[in-house]
């Protein structure tokens, strides 16, 4: 038995879905969920591999990338790429958008995100000074 024609939800012509073929149906994206699309994956994915699948700040197993420095560009990522860092999914989700150094001195951090704090702590401090210098000419930027 067949399934029987309904209108397509978008021009009304007889459909065995609930779109006709000139309108297929999206997939929808999470709610909340961040749309990563061009350089990012691709950065994210050189990462993870740099660092041998493994979390720089635990030692699990990496299955994301995370900006050391929340609030700088990709652009800066790309030109310095040793400030993002391969991490697992709880300690992605814990540092949040929090800053290195705050993260590692809470309670919250693994003792390796100490470890790669004072590794590369010369390049956040720079990539600090970009981003003041930056919110200084821009400043109506958030």
Aim: hydrophobic fraction near 35%; charged fraction near 20%.
């Amino acid at each position: 038995m067949s399934t029987p024609l309904r209108p397509c939800g978008v021009c009304g012509t007889p459909a065995r879905g609930a779109r006709c073929a000139a309108h297929p149906a999206r997939a929808r994206q999470r709610r909340g969920a961040a749309k990563y699309t061009g350089a990012w994956p691709r950065l994210s994915t050189a990462v993870i591999q740099r660092d041998g699948h493994t979390c720089r700040y635990c030692g699990g197993v990496a299955t994301t990338a995370d900006h050391v420095v929340p609030g700088l560009p990709l652009s800066y990522l790309l030109a310095v790429p040793a400030l993002a860092v391969a991490t697992c999914r709880p300690c992605n989700s814990s540092k949040r958008d929090t800053d290195l150094v705050h993260w590692a001195a809470s309670s919250r951090a693994p003792a390796g995100a100490r470890t790669v704090l004072d590794e590369l702590r010369p390049l956040i401090d720079q990539a600090e000074q970009w981003l003041r210098q930056q919110a200084s000419v821009f400043p109506n930027r958030n």
